[in-house]
């Protein structure tokens, strides 16, 4: 039995909620620090997930740019374009760029924030943070 999104036994096999396996394949690259190839992340998986599924989800992930690969034998290995806080910057930055009102979407963003977060992001955006920019 595979636990499903809240944790619950499954049938093997049984689907995870949209993006979930990209996620899953992403924390396993993430977490090495060299590129992996399809058959190495499948050893690090800790599920019954078929050799062309993982070639599949990463050849997809390669598509849309969130992986590089280099040949490595006779197939390729994978690798992050970016740490997973520049991941995360990524998608922050795709939410935005999917919506027209950017001012909107920026005024609710930061009225949602904590005081220490809009602090954090005063301090960043008035350049006193040494390292970010």
Do not use: N
Not at 72 to 79: L, N, P, R
Not at 94 to 122: K, M, N
């Amino acid at each position: 039995m595979a636990a499903d999104e809240h944790g619950t036994a499954g049938p093997v096999g049984s689907r995870r909620p949209g993006g979930a396996l990209e996620a899953e394949i992403l924390t396993v690259l993430h977490d090495t620090a060299q590129a992996l190839t399809p058959g190495q992340v499948l050893e690090r998986m800790d599920d019954a997930l078929s050799y062309s599924t993982v070639v599949t989800v990463l050849s997809r992930m390669h598509g849309k740019g969130v992986l590089t690969r280099v040949k490595q034998g006779w197939a390729y290995a994978y690798a992050p374009v970016a740490d997973a806080q520049g991941m995360t910057a990524r998608r922050m930055r795709e939410v935005l760029d999917s919506d027209p009102d950017r001012e909107a979407v920026l005024c609710r963003f930061v009225d949602d924030l904590s005081a220490d977060d809009e602090q954090l992001l005063r301090q960043l955006l008035g350049g006193d943070l040494p390292g970010v920019g």
